[in-house]
T-cell receptor, first 116, second 110 residues
């Protein structure tokens, strides 16, 4: 079946503009995660959804970042008034459930965001 | 603090040589650890998890609680093993979020 998909694959924007990044998880996966990977660094957790609620937003770096999820499917990560330090690859992952030891997260291909 | 450290950015070996990618973690409690791999132009995928005690593509990783390590090993490297490898720790909350190391690029030379 289809894996996690993300769009766009690449986004170039000017500093100060807003951007929206989209994630389509695997059907039936209730848990959805957003991570960010800056150049030369590991992945940083941003936010987690269980269904369409977000019980853990602890990784969002500032109030310019927000995310929502409709139903138990598509999620959108929005970055307002983008800054150059927002340039990174934004990865989405989904899993069947949370709390089960060893439950695998399946990753999307990522969106590469470049802020000029 | 929960943290994962991968001390090597790049590990270069010849085909057939043994490989050990190092991972150390900081965590109070019973850790859950994973190795993820990203091959060139492919997405990040799970390689193995410590609770399964499995061997995937000839790789194994043993959790050493005394040394707080979860090193990834393979006795004989193959060229197709060349990739970026990430060690990850499942955090203490019930969210399932992963804490990643910075990654190690494994380069297997012919």
């Amino acid at each position: 079946g289809a894996g996690v998909s993300q769009s766009p694959s690449n986004k170039v924007t000017e500093k100060g503009k807003d951007v929206e990044l989209r994630c389509d998880p695997i059907s039936g996966h209730t848990a959805l995660y957003w991570y960010r990977q800056r150049l030369g660094q590991g992945l940083e957790f941003l936010i987690y959804f269980q269904g369409n609620s977000a019980p853990d937003k602890s990784g969002l770096p500032s109030d310019r970042f927000s995310a929502e999820r409709t139903g138990e499917s598509v999620s959108t990560l929005t970055i307002q008034r983008t800054q150059q330090e927002d340039s990174a690859v934004y990865l989405c992952a989904s899993s069947l459930a949370v709390g089960e030891r060893g439950n695998e997260q399946f990753f999307g291909p990522g969106t590469r965001l470049t802020v000029l | 603090a929960q943290r994962v450290t991968q001390p090597e950015k790049l590990l270069s070996v010849f085909k057939g040589a043994p490989v050990e990618l190092k991972c150390n973690y900081s965590y109070s409690g019973s850790p859950e650890l994973f190795w993820y791999v990203q091959y060139s132009r492919q997405r990040l995928q799970l390689l193995l998890r410590h609770i399964s005690r499995e061997s995937i593509k000839g790789f194994t990783a043993d959790l050493n609680k005394g040394e707080t390590s979860f090193h990834l090993k393979k006795p004989f490297a193959q060229e197709e093993d060349s990739a970026m490898y990430y060690c990850a720790l499942k955090g203490s909350s019930n969210t399932g979020k992963l804490i990643f190391g910075q990654g190690t690029t494994l380069q297997v030379k012919p």
